[in-house]
């Protein structure tokens, strides 16, 4: 069983950052795949990123990439996302996620996008940005 908890939403002007975080609790994190998911209002959740269980291979839908960065922290149990030049099309309320397994250069990307894959799920941290 893992536990999630996010944590680093709030209220940003465009343009500005955010870093969030997501800490989990069990033994397992050290094996399984970190992903960040976003669900806009009146929209379906969305994948943002996601990192393989060494931190080697990271993956990013286009509409962030260049702006946003995964990274995780084993010894920490904590997996992080951190946004720069946000927009307002990135206001929504950001989920924590996590698989079992890893993936690399290779792997399928409809098991890395796809949210069904995920196992365990934290509560979200609402992230608002204004114009």
């Known amino acids: 069983q893992v536990q999630l908890v996010e944590s680093g939403g709030g209220l940003v002007q465009a343009g500005g950052s955010l870093r969030l975080s997501c800490t989990a609790s069990?033994?397992?994190?050290?094996?399984?795949?970190m992903g960040w998911f976003r669900q806009a209002p009146g929209k379906e959740r969305e994948f943002v990123a996601a990192i393989s269980v060494s931190g080697a291979f990271t993956y990013y839908t286009d509409s962030v990439k260049g702006r946003v960065t995964i990274s995780r922290d084993n010894a920490k149990n904590t997996v992080y996302l951190q946004m720069n030049s946000l927009k307002p099309e990135d206001t929504a309320v950001y989920y924590c996620?996590?698989?079992?397994?890893?993936?690399?250069?290779?792997?399928?990307?409809?098991?890395?996008?796809?949210?069904?894959?995920?196992?365990?799920w934290g509560q979200g941290t609402q992230v608002t940005v204004s114009s």
């Open positions: 069990g033994r397992t994190f050290s094996s399984t795949t």
């Open positions: 996620a996590a698989k079992y397994g890893s993936f690399n250069s290779g792997s399928s990307r409809e098991g890395i996008l796809n949210s069904l894959a995920y196992n365990y």
